[in-house]
């Protein structure tokens, strides 16, 4: 069974950045397209970010494209999300998951595997 640990958030000004880090075990990442997906309070969850399995495709919302940027190293089992420019409206609970392209481009309700989240939040 696939576990994933997100990890990297916390408090940060506007303006500033943070490196959200999602690390899987109990199986290898290979396989899978892994999505990052938030939730602010008093909010539905909403896509963030998908990356494929083997790391030559991303899609990106268009409240974050420009800032925040995917990657993933299936050697370490690892995928990073880089969120640089953070604004206030960033602030929320950041999950990362793996299942399919689709299931993550189709806004995550079927993704395979979730992580517990980190709260990541900006203000001054």
């Known amino acids: 069974q696939l576990q994933l640990v997100e990890s990297g958030g916390g408090l940060v000004q506007p303006g500033g950045s943070l490196r959200l880090s999602c690390v899987a075990s109990?199986?290898?990442?290979?396989?899978?397209?892994i999505g990052w997906f938030r939730q602010a309070p008093g909010k539905e969850r909403e896509g963030v970010s998908c990356?494929?399995?083997?790391?030559?495709?991303?899609n990106t919302a268009d409240s974050v494209k420009g800032r925040f940027t995917l990657s993933r190293d299936n050697a370490k089992n690892t995928v990073w999300l880089q969120m640089n420019s953070l604004k206030p409206e960033d602030t929320a609970v950041y999950y990362c998951?793996?299942?399919?392209?689709?299931?993550?481009?189709?806004?995550?309700?079927?993704?395979?595997?979730w992580g517990k989240g980190t709260l990541v939040t900006v203000s001054s």
């Open positions: 998951a793996a299942g399919t392209w689709l299931a993550c481009s189709n806004g995550g309700d079927d993704m395979d595997y």
């Open positions: 990356i494929g399995s083997a790391g030559d495709s991303t």
């Open positions: 109990g199986y290898t990442l290979d396989y899978y397209t």
